[in-house]
């Protein structure tokens, strides 16, 4: 645009303006209407030098015609603003309106059952101490469950576990009574010295009530090593019944097992003083014919081992009164342990 000043041209750019604003539809669009016009490089701009152009009488009157084209514009422009920021916020909010009676999508957090809190707790203190954890088959060989464990052939320490055996006869295959079965797995495989635990399901054919389940869980401690003695079983038990039951204080008792000697119950003082004593573990010294079976030397070599039944511990610590409730699976017992402690 040459630089000649020009009112009526600028009245009709005015009118032009104000049209487009009205018809700008968004804060962007406006802000592109101010710049054709009144930007550094709008029209208006480009105009304003001509002023300088004019007599020194009538650029006064040409800068007052400017400052009111300014005014008029500058007015339409922030009505138009307005109106333009109050709709954008409208559908701003509009877009972000939740509708609170749909139904619920999320799922809520799961539960875990009981047992798996205890014996993940369990195999917590173990790989604390440094322990390494293993496990073994549950469809067992009738040697790992009984012959190597020092149980003779048709001793009745076998009855003592009422044992599922598994067909054919010849297989000699049971399902393991007990994770006992595990330490001489754990013997033949590991290196020595070995501290090792393992968690496993084992099945005897008791019925099903209140304190028994064909089907339970146990934990199996097992360490050889040089000099063990009866009072390294004893601290290991005590740790773990101190980390499961807080202050528990534990005694162990005479018992018979075929695969430990001298073997023991431990008891546990729940409750500190004033307490119960309730049964927590078979316990005792690796008998030197389970280290032999294993082909570990006993003269060299002593062990201890202690076993754990998961489902007591599980009742003893959240208080669960009949076996039927952990075996059910009824998903609202489960929920009331949550994700433990
Ligand atoms: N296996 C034994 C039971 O099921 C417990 C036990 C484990 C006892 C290890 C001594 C040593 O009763």
């Given at each position: 645009?040459?630089?000649?000043?020009?009112?009526?041209?600028?009245?009709?750019?005015?009118?032009?303006?104000?049209?487009?604003?009205?018809?700008?539809?968004?804060?962007?669009?406006?802000?592109?209407?101010?710049?054709?016009?009144?930007?550094?490089?709008?029209?208006?701009?480009?105009?304003?030098?001509?002023?300088?152009?004019?007599?020194?009488?009538?650029?006064?009157?040409?800068g007052?015609?400017?400052g009111?084209?300014?005014?008029?514009?500058?007015?339409?422009?922030?009505?138009?603003?307005?109106?333009?920021?109050?709709?954008?916020?409208?559908?701003?909010?509009?877009?972000?309106?939740?509708?609170?009676t749909?139904?619920?999508?999320?799922?809520?957090?799961?539960?875990?059952?009981?047992?798996?809190?205890?014996?993940?707790?369990?195999?917590?203190?173990?790989?604390?101490?440094?322990?390494?954890?293993?496990?073994?088959?549950?469809?067992?060989?009738?040697?790992?469950?009984?012959?190597?464990?020092?149980?003779?052939?048709?001793?009745?320490?076998?009855?003592?576990?009422?044992?599922?055996?598994?067909?054919?006869?010849?297989?000699?295959?049971?399902?393991?009574?007990?994770?006992?079965?595990?330490?001489?797995?754990?013997?033949?495989?590991?290196?020595?010295?070995?501290?090792?635990?393992?968690?496993?399901?084992v099945?005897?054919?008791?019925?099903?009530?209140?304190?028994?389940?064909?089907?339970?869980?146990?934990?199996?401690?097992?360490?050889?090593?040089?000099?063990?003695?009866?009072?390294?079983?004893?601290?290991?038990?005590?740790?773990?019944?101190?980390?499961?039951?807080?202050?528990?204080?534990?005694?162990?008792?005479?018992?018979?097992?075929?695969?430990?000697?001298?073997?023991?119950?431990?008891d546990?003082l729940?409750?500190?003083?004033?307490?119960?004593?309730?049964?927590?573990?078979?316990?005792?010294?690796?008998?030197?014919?389970?280290l032999?079976?294993?082909?570990?030397?006993?003269?060299?070599?002593?062990?201890?081992?202690?076993?754990?039944?998961?489902e007591?511990?599980?009742?003893?610590?959240?208080?669960?009164?009949?076996?039927h409730?952990?075996v059910?699976?009824?998903?609202?017992?489960s929920?009331?342990?949550?994700?433990?402690?």
């Amino acid at each position: 645009m040459n630089a000649v000043f020009d009112p009526q041209a600028l009245s009709s750019f005015l009118e032009e303006g104000k049209k487009e604003i009205e018809a700008a539809g968004s804060s962007q669009e406006l802000e592109a209407v101010r710049s054709k016009y009144f930007g550094s490089q709008g029209l208006f701009s480009l105009a304003s030098k001509s002023i300088g152009a004019l007599q020194k009488g009538e650029r006064k009157e040409a800068g007052e015609f400017f400052g009111k084209c300014k005014k008029e514009f500058d007015s339409a422009f922030l009505k138009r603003k307005e109106r333009v920021e109050e709709e954008e916020e409208k559908a701003k909010l509009e877009g972000e309106k939740v509708d609170m009676t749909l139904p619920f999508t999320r799922f809520p957090m799961g539960s875990l059952h009981p047992v798996t809190l205890a014996s993940r707790q369990i195999e917590s203190f173990f790989t604390s101490l440094g322990w390494s954890l293993g496990e073994g088959p549950e469809v067992e060989h009738a040697w790992y469950n009984f012959d190597a464990l020092n149980f003779p052939p048709d001793h009745p320490a076998r009855q003592m576990q009422d044992t599922f055996y598994m067909l054919p006869e010849e297989s000699r295959l049971v399902l393991r009574t007990q994770t006992s079965s595990t330490q001489v797995r754990e013997m033949l495989s590991k290196p020595l010295p070995l501290y090792a635990a393992s968690i496993g399901r084992v099945f005897r054919s008791d019925p099903l009530d209140a304190f028994h389940s064909p089907v339970f869980h146990q934990c199996e401690g097992l360490a050889v090593d040089r000099g063990l003695s009866v009072s390294d079983l004893k601290g290991v038990l005590g740790s773990l019944a101190s980390r499961l039951f807080k202050e528990a204080e534990i005694r162990l008792r005479p018992s018979y097992f075929p695969f430990t000697e001298p073997s023991f119950e431990m008891d546990m003082l729940l409750g500190g003083k004033g307490g119960k004593w309730v049964e927590l573990a078979g316990a005792g010294m690796v008998h030197p014919n389970v280290l032999k079976s294993a082909g570990i030397d006993p003269e060299k070599y002593t062990g201890f081992a202690f076993g754990v039944g998961i489902e007591r511990v599980a009742m003893l610590k959240y208080g669960i009164k009949d076996m039927h409730d952990l075996v059910e699976g009824d998903e609202r017992f489960s929920r009331q342990f949550a994700m433990g402690e």
